[in-house]
């Protein structure tokens, strides 16, 4: 019974990862979010020259920079997605995928920021220019430290078969089904708020929570196929840097960044210790990459 439920999700999850990945999915994507931005400078005008109320939905749009925060916004909707499909092939890769997401996330908050200044002008644009630095920065540097993990980060395989590896990304391949699913209800409920309250608010913080107790699931998941320390704390490891993103997340200006940026330092050392004290070791079923090609779609 298990193994048909798992067989079922794989089909349906790789036929929506093939629609997602294809040219023509990504031109609709550009065409929806350029409509988009062009469609809330329309508004803005029609408020700006008094054709619509500024109250209500409209009130946002009253502010022309809203519509870079928005559109912003959208194109990190379609990060979390491409992130969601990272998953199955690899946790090392949908951890830093998190932190690549983080660092938009600053950079939205860079955009928000400039969504706050009415005039170009005046004392009124200390403190906004001030928080846009401050995540601009923040942003820059863990894009850095991403960079330096993709060099320094190593795969392994865990399973012993190539059957106990099939099954391996079967499971993960439905908890991304679960987590795609997940996310469509999430933003369908933030999209609901706006139309009904006027309230614009993105639940990030609520996606990063789930995945949290997705990746606890993988690592519960992962005992069937290796309980040694090495895979144990690795993969602990990498749950904790999603908590610190998490909270990062939902903290007060400057307290963010400062948890963002740490949590990142603690990534490239987890990565950086490993390969120093495992990656010399190569035991038989913690093969690396760089002797033993397997292919991706195996990689942890």
């Known amino acids: 019974m298990v193994d048909k439920i798992l067989i079922f999700s794989e089909k349906l999850y790789l036929r929506i990862k093939n629609i997602w990945e294809t040219e023509q999915m990504h031109r609709i994507i550009s065409n929806f979010l350029v409509s988009v931005f062009l469609l809330s400078l329309i508004l803005y005008f029609l408020i700006h020259h008094h054709f619509l109320p500024e109250k209500g939905l409209f009130k946002k749009f009253a502010n022309p920079f809203f519509s870079i925060e928005i559109s912003f916004t959208l194109l990190l ?92 990304v079967r499971f993960k391949r439905g908890i991304s089904l679960l987590l795609l699913i997940a996310f469509i209800f999430i933003v369908l409920s933030d999209f609901k708020d706006l139309l009904l309250y006027s309230i614009y608010v993105t639940s990030f913080h609520t996606f990063f929570t789930i995945l949290i107790f997705s990746d606890i699931l993988v690592l519960l998941i992962t005992i069937r196929y290796a309980v040694d320390y090495r895979t144990m704390y690795r993969y602990s490891a990498f749950i904790l840097a999603t908590i610190f993103i998490r909270i990062a997340l939902t903290s007060h200006p400057y307290y963010d960044v400062i948890i963002g940026s740490l949590a990142a330092l603690y990534l490239l050392f987890l990565v950086l210790t490993y390969n120093y004290f495992e990656g010399a070791k190569k035991p038989k079923h913690h093969s690396i990459i760089a002797q033993n090609k397997v292919p991706e779609k195996y990689l942890k």
Do not use: W
Request: charged share 15%; hydrophobic share 45%.
């Open 77 to 168: 909707l379609t990060e979390i997605i491409s992130m969601i499909f990272v998953l199955p092939k690899s946790v090392a890769k949908s951890v830093t995928k998190q932190f690549e997401l983080l660092s938009l996330i600053f950079l939205r908050h860079g955009f928000q920021e400039f969504s706050n200044v009415h005039s170009l002008v005046g004392h009124e644009m200390v403190k906004p220019v001030q928080h846009m630095f401050v995540y601009g920065a923040s942003s820059l540097f863990i894009y850095f430290i991403i960079g330096i993990v993709y060099k320094k980060q190593r795969h392994i395989i865990i399973c012993r078969t190539d059957r106990a590896q099939r099954n391996f």
